[in-house]
């Protein structure tokens, strides 16, 4: 992409964009030869979430909002100010968006081609790092702010949360949690990519029984800490998956500190078992669903006493 005559070089300095400053002088100019200044008018979408991300934008000026889908409904899970730069993550893992940017007020940004930013990326680990910091930040704090159980959470905690929280990537075709295995210490939120929660067929082994496909802003691996019991179903990437994992023992300080969190876990876990059985009843007798399923759930008021509710 040829220079744009509206391209400021001094605004390609780390003191306007504070994220760009692990660049080197030589590296500011490159970015700076292949940018394009664009504006947008107010309520203009920017980046559209599911479209593959073509750029990296430096907002010179304005303000924009980040909405993601989830669930059916839209919810805002974060703003983008001037001097912030925004589509790394889609650029970085060279995939779809996974939120869409609109301008709140008529804005003014600067657009690096995706493949120009990658080449910064391959000659600076600085940058890379950075970038990788900032999109595994942003998605966890996007899926955290659309999962049921962590909206109800002080947005305090949450950022704890996201403190102390590890990120892993499995490839499609990998396991993240195997029916019957006894490891519950983890809990997952998926960041990105897609999974299938499954079963083994209860009488024709060959065959699995499908529950449910996650999403971002899903969470994974909940029902066995409600149950105490060994993971119930198999949990498979049907496409590459980032992830967020959270100790299992601090989702249980925060049902004893928030009863909100508590109830929305214990919830969400009742409701992912009716389905689960609802689901078995159409293959097996309902008792035998019942007894795979809800019947392995402590009652609300036994719940509601372990956790001092």
């Not at 979408?45 to 991300?53: A, D």
């Not at 065959?207 to 999403?215: D, E, S």
């Amino acid at each position: 992409m040829s220079q744009d005559e509206s391209v400021n070089y001094d605004d390609f300095q780390g003191s306007t964009f504070p994220d760009l400053s692990v660049l080197y002088p030589d590296e500011f100019y490159f970015m700076h030869s292949c940018a394009k200044y664009i504006t947008f008018d107010a309520n203009e979408p920017v980046i559209v979430e599911g479209q593959t991300g073509e750029y990296l934008y430096l907002v010179k000026s304005g303000q924009l909002r980040v909405n993601k889908r989830h669930g059916g409904n839209i919810y805002e899970v974060g703003s983008v100010n001037p001097g912030d730069i925004f589509g790394e993550a889609s650029v970085l893992y060279n995939s779809t968006a996974g939120a869409e940017v609109r301008a709140i007020d008529g804005c003014e940004l600067y657009a690096i081609p995706a493949d120009k930013v990658r080449e910064l990326f391959e000659s600076n680990e600085r940058f890379l790092r950075a970038a990788t910091q900032m999109a595994e930040r942003r998605a966890a704090a996007s899926s955290l702010a659309v999962n049921p159980i962590f909206t109800t959470l002080p947005l305090a905690v949450r950022e704890v949360a996201l403190y102390n929280a590890k990120f892993v990537n499995i490839k499609e075709g990998d396991v993240l949690i195997r029916e019957g295995d006894s490891d519950v210490r983890f809990m997952f939120i998926m960041l990105a990519g897609e999974a299938q929660v499954s079963m083994r067929h209860p009488t024709n082994p060959s065959k699995r029984i499908i529950f449910a496909n996650l999403v971002s802003g899903d969470e994974a691996g909940e029902i066995a800490v409600i149950t105490e019991r060994p993971h119930g179903a198999t949990v498979t990437a049907t496409a590459p998956v980032r992830l967020l994992v959270i100790s299992n023992d601090a989702i249980l300080a925060w049902s004893d500190r928030h009863s909100d969190f508590a109830y929305a876990l214990y919830g969400q876990v009742h409701r992912k078992l009716k389905t689960n059985r609802q689901v078995l009843r159409t293959i097996i007798d309902d008792r035998d669903a019942r007894s795979l399923t809800t019947n392995s759930i402590p009652s609300l008021d036994a719940f509601k006493e372990k956790h001092d509710l």
